[in-house]
């Protein structure tokens, strides 16, 4: 026969439920009650003091109920049980304050995860001050430090934008203020009071000390409840809080304390994972297994505390004050770890206008996004009205746009939030790059209650923007223009990006979030003119350059009512500085994330020397997928002395011939290095040998060249060959006819008298050797003009490679004369930086072919073919691909700028090779690959998959494919896609 259940049983399991209900509940409303009307901070205005007055008040009303009730007393209280010390009301005061302050700057559940610490924070105050029963062992302190690195591992864990130190700081005195409360009410006169008559009567006086708080925060701040759902979320956290801490009282009186101690502990484990539901935190392993660890810890604390009985001593003190301070110092070390490590996360790609849940989102970003780029000078109060005066005929959409290569800043979040609860009935559309859609809708939106408006996210791809607008040309020349304007180009991208939203948009008002962050008006001023002046600075900086007036990058910054304004005049840069306004909104050059590239200033030389620009070229190929540049790093002066702040960090392509005996190695640690196209001449070999803890760190390494990747893979340096990255150089005239001239560079003489006279007279001559080109600047300008000249060229002859290959990116046929002109080559040894790379283009091997004359006779110079070898031009470009879309800012960039997928080179096949492929099989699906063997893999994407389609497009480059599959997501095929 089973056991009856007693009507007691029943009882105490329905306190217990309500318990734990009416706790999270509470915990959930509070913190829903902070997040009203998005705040920075919980200085800006204070409403957990209003919160938690509005607790003390149910407390006092739901108390005295109970007392009268219930208990069946007088609530009429004697001296005695009114006579708390000051200090003790004052402590659960600042424990309550900061309860609810935590709230407002860390995550609901990390909270929970400080406040389930109280009973250790408890045991270690007994310990130290109290003569008690309180003991300690080597078990108990296993115990302590288990539950503390669990504890803290969750902390290091949460990456919502909304935590702070402030938040933190607060969970801890909350957790150290309670237990010093409790103490106080166990070991003093009042231990003999009826626990719900000690709940009354400290939230009745302390009331009276909280009275002079809320009017003096009421009078300077002013009052949250003017807001109806702020009310109402306190109203309901405040009801339920008293109802949690009345049947956790009654609880108490039925059972032991150290059941009561279990369940209470078991509680935490559920409002902390009830909090990470209700708010879609996400849960990682790390945070799974450092819950599991801090609640291991906590069960065998509170087992063992009440086991072992030792007296008080100066011993225990000891021990005592040295748990303190390590625990302080173990915090400190978490935390600084979790500053300097905090990240945002950036969404899967994700395709869609509406708001999708399950979404999954990566992991350990190569930068911190949110903090890459902004540093926010200023935080508007949201009292601001940022609303505008909406005539009955206006149409109802606000636009915006968000071009910057960051996630939004959380002043902009804010500015969306206010704006769609002030206009309920508007539609805010904002443009934005896809990769982020999905964080901007989790961001803006998320905890928001009551009315709001509807909000639209649309594809930014600036490329397609600018289509047959005068920016056309200048969204082609980006990486030139990123080296120009430095810190300052993301925001006359953003310029450009809202003066060409209002041309082809409906929308009457726009919603400025680098501005005053309010709705305006659009204006009704000519935007196409207004866009030519924001091209002409760019312009007009160029012939600066090329004039030499211009030594610097562009420092200042024009602002929407500049380029409207018809009065405004840009003739030289210099006057441009004068009268252009600056941007002191948020600048990028504050952050201590930065972006370069390698410059040569040591090669350089005296003035009067020549200087290759092929160098210049190789950074412009890196400069296209950052997005900005406003840092240039020496590549011969790799040193800790080049940076003024230590704790600066600038990502940057090391992409370089590295064989100078000047130069330094491995480079400082404020560089994050993109390690690709490396060639390492053999007298610096050892160098690199030296360092190759630094290539194991950072690589795995890819080489511009055979001798290269021989060399590190001798070394055991994970390495593949890259080729040269300016195989990714992009055409700056991308819709250009191509001329009919044909350019010859650096060529030989003696190979171009062998051209047929009647093509030789009307071959252009240029040289990659300029004089005097002494700034980053001058190079870099030089060599995107030659890069326009490549790119609409009939045909180049050259003998250099960052000739050669630039216009093998970009669709030019190239004639490559291989000889002993060529760099470190000799009478009878081929150049070591041309293994691997002579096959993309037509080379002329002057050290094997006998008749080179009658190479030439026999080239068709009317129409010359295209590059061969477009399969391998593919898979090199498709591997630097691999690689930059691995680097999340990278990847952002590159969307945003239109260079994925990247451009196809080479002509179609007069016959169109197509394959179907099918791939249909489940997650849960094992497939025998090799039935000899017995080996099955999973069903779902897998190396079978990946192989299968990258052999078909290896040997069929042209071809079309059709894959077939009802489980395969298309994001499986994004890298292909992307990469052309």
């Excluded at 999708?356 to 508007?380: H, K, W, Y």
């Excluded at 064989?659 to 053999?682: C, D, T, Y």
């Excluded at 068709?860 to 061969?868: I, S």
């Excluded at 099955?936 to 497009?953: C, D, F, I, M, P």
Aim: charged fraction near 20%; proline fraction near 4%; include cysteine.
């Amino acid at each position: 026969m089973g056991r009856m259940v007693t009507t007691s049983s029943l009882y105490i399991v329905g306190l217990v439920a309500l318990w734990w209900t009416s706790n999270a509940i509470s915990t959930i409303f509070s913190k829903r009650m902070m997040n009203v009307l998005d705040k920075d901070g919980p200085f800006e205005d204070l409403r957990w003091v209003d919160l938690t007055m509005a607790q003390l008040l149910l407390a006092i009303i739901g108390g005295a109920v109970w007392i009268k009730y219930v208990c069946k007393e007088s609530v009429l209280m004697t001296e005695c049980q009114r006579s708390f010390a000051w200090w003790i009301l004052s402590v659960n005061m600042v424990g309550n304050l900061a309860t609810n302050a935590a709230f407002s700057s860390m995550s609901s559940s990390s909270v929970q995860v400080i406040k389930a610490c109280e009973p250790i924070i408890t045991y270690v105050i007994m310990l130290c001050f109290f003569k008690s029963d309180t003991s300690f062992s080597l078990p108990i302190l296993a115990s302590m430090v288990c539950a503390g690195v669990g504890a803290t591992g969750f902390l290091s864990g949460d990456k919502q934008s909304s935590f702070r130190l402030v938040g933190f700081m607060a969970g801890l005195t909350s957790s150290i203020c309670f237990p010093i409360r409790n103490i106080f009410l166990k070991t003093s006169q009042f231990k003999e009071i009826h626990p719900v008559r000690q709940y009354f009567t400290l939230a009745l006086e302390t009331s009276k000390l909280m009275l002079p708080v809320t009017i003096i925060k009421t009078a300077f701040w002013g009052s949250s409840f003017i807001n109806y759902d702020i009310t109402t979320e306190t109203s309901v956290s405040s009801f339920f809080h008293v109802v949690y801490n009345m049947t956790s009282i009654s609880v108490l009186s039925e059972l032991s304390p150290i059941t009561h101690a279990i369940l209470n502990l078991s509680k935490r484990v559920f409002i902390t994972a009830a909090n990470i539901i209700y708010f879609n935190e996400d849960v990682t392993g790390n945070k799974l297994l450092s819950v599991v660890l801090m609640m291991i810890g906590l069960g065998a604390f509170t087992v063992l505390k009440n086991q072992n009985i030792l007296t008080h001593s100066l011993k225990n003190r000891i021990i005592g004050i040295l748990l303190i301070a390590s625990s302080i110092t173990t915090i400190g070390i978490q935390f600084a770890q979790y500053e300097s490590a905090v990240i945002l996360r950036i969404p899967q790609p994700w395709t869609g206008k509406s708001r999708v849940s399950g979404v999954s989102f990566q992991r350990n970003l190569d930068v911190p996004l949110r903090e890459m780029m902004l540093e926010e000078i200023t935080v508007l109060p949201l009292e601001k009205e940022c609303i505008v005066d909406f005539g009955p005929d206006d149409q109802r959409t606000i636009l915006s746009s968000w071009a910057l290569p960051s996630l939004p800043s959380k002043q902009a979040e804010a500015s969306i939030r206010h704006t769609c609860i002030q206009n309920p009935d508007m539609t805010i559309v904002i443009a934005a790059p896809e990769l982020i859609h999905e964080a901007i809708m989790r961001d803006v939106s998320s905890n928001v209650t009551g009315s709001f408006c509807e909000l639209e996210l649309v594809p930014l791809n600036v490329k397609e923007l600018f289509k047959g607008t005068v920016l056309e040309d200048w969204i082609g020349k980006q990486a030139l223009f990123k080296i120009l304007a430095g810190g300052n180009y993301p925001y006359y991208l953003q310029l450009a990006v809202r003066l060409q939203l209002e041309t082809v948009n409906k929308a009457q008002f726009y919603l400025d979030l680098l501005g005053d962050d309010c709705v305006t008006a659009i204006s009704s001023s000519d935007h196409d003119r207004a866009m030519e002046r924001l091209r002409d600075v760019f312009e007009t900086a160029r012939v600066g350059i090329r004039q030499g007036d211009m030594d610097k990058q562009i420092d200042f910054m024009l602002t929407y009512d500049d380029v409207l304004s018809e009065n405004y005049q840009c003739e030289v840069v210099k006057s441009c500085q004068a009268s252009g306004a600056p941007f002191s909104y948020m600048k990028a050059s504050e952050s201590n994330m930065h972006f370069g590239t390698l410059s040569y200033e040591s090669r350089v030389g005296l003035p009067g020397t020549y200087t290759n620009i092929g160098d210049e070229m190789q950074g412009l190929s890196g400069i296209q997928f950052l997005p900005l540049c406003d840092r240039f790093v020496e590549r011969d002066r790799l040193s800790e002395g080049m940076f003024k702040d230590p704790d600066e960090r600038v990502m940057v392509f090391m992409n370089a011939w590295y064989g100078s005996g000047r130069m330094n190695w491995p480079p400082p640690a404020n560089i994050e290095p993109i390690l690709v196209s490396m060639f390492i001449q053999k007298n610096v070999q050892k160098r690199f040998e030296q360092a190759a803890d630094y290539l194991l760190q950072n690589g795995p390494v890819g080489c511009r060249d055979m001798q290269t990747l021989a060399y590190l893979q001798s070394i055991s340096v994970p390495s593949f060959f890259s080729g040269c990255m300016t195989l990714m150089l992009q055409s700056p005239n991308p819709n250009a006819a191509r001329r009919q001239e044909i350019i010859a560079v650096d060529a030989p003489k003696v190979y171009i008298e062998m051209i047929p006279k009647d093509v030789r007279e009307h071959v252009t001559f240029r040289t990659q050797a300029y004089r005097n080109h002494t700034t980053i600047l001058t190079r870099s300008e030089s060599a995107f003009s030659r890069l326009e000249e490549y790119s609409t060229a009939k045909l180049v002859i050259t003998n250099r490679i960052h000739v050669a290959l630039p216009c093998v990116a970009m669709g030019t046929p190239v004639i490559f004369i291989n000889s002993r002109e060529i760099g470190d080559a000799s009478q009878s040894h081929v150049s070591d930086r041309l293994a691997g790379l002579t096959d993309l283009f037509h080379t002329i091997d002057a050290y094997t072919e006998q008749d080179v004359e009658k190479r030439f006779a026999t080239f068709d110079w009317a129409n010359p073919p295209p590059n061969p070898n477009p399969s391998k031009f593919k898979r090199l470009r498709a591997t630097f691909w691999n690689i930059i879309r691995s680097h999340d800012t990278l990847h952002y960039s590159a969307k945003m700028h239109g260079l994925v997928p990247l451009p196809s080179i080479g002509q179609p096949l007069e016959k169109q090779q197509l394959f179907h492929l099918i791939f249909s099989s489940s997650e849960n699906t094992k497939i025998s690959i090799f039935k000899l063997q017995g080996e099955k893999v999973s069903g779902a994407w897998n190396w079978r998959h990946q192989r299968t389609l990258e052999s078909v497009l290896r040997y069929h480059p042209m071809a079309t494919v059709y894959i077939h599959s009802n489980t395969l997501e298309q994001e499986q095929f994004a890298i292909f896609l992307e990469a052309g």
